[in-house]
């Protein structure tokens, strides 16, 4: 119901970098688990990253050139993304998970191609 925003997703080369957004309200952002979600074209839905206990980790897959992160005061997690492969093409989409219910960004396309 549009409680989540999501933002930076585009097309990039091989290599090149791309950083992801997510924002929610202040009362649910506060106290969820969150990460991002991707799912490649004809795949089901992955895990790449989440936090943990305010500790990052991450797929196998990204390990290594993903990293997420937040910024409690501004509401907002994201999702920065180095040296990008065409595999890394999906749509991405965050997550809070609270006490209060699961919630889901809209999804923003993120491609790598020549």
């Known amino acids: 119901q549009g409680q989540v925003r999501e933002s930076g997703g585009g097309s990039v080369q091989p290599g090149g970098s791309l950083r992801l957004s997510c924002t929610i309200s202040?009362?649910?952002?506060?106290?969820?688990?969150m990460g991002w979600y991707r799912q490649p074209p004809g795949k089901e839905r992955e895990l790449a990253a989440i936090?943990?206990?305010?500790?990052?980790e991450y797929s196998e897959a990204v390990n290594g050139r993903f990293a997420i992160s937040r910024d409690n005061a501004e509401n907002t997690m994201y999702l920065q993304m180095d040296n990008l492969k065409p595999e890394d093409t999906a749509v991405y989409y965050c997550?809070?998970?609270?006490?209060?219910?699961?919630?889901w960004g809209q999804g923003i396309q993120v491609t790598v191609s020549s």
């Open positions: 202040r009362s649910i952002f506060s106290g969820s688990l």
């Open positions: 936090i943990r206990a305010g500790s990052p």
């Open positions: 997550n809070f998970h609270s006490i209060f219910g699961n919630y």
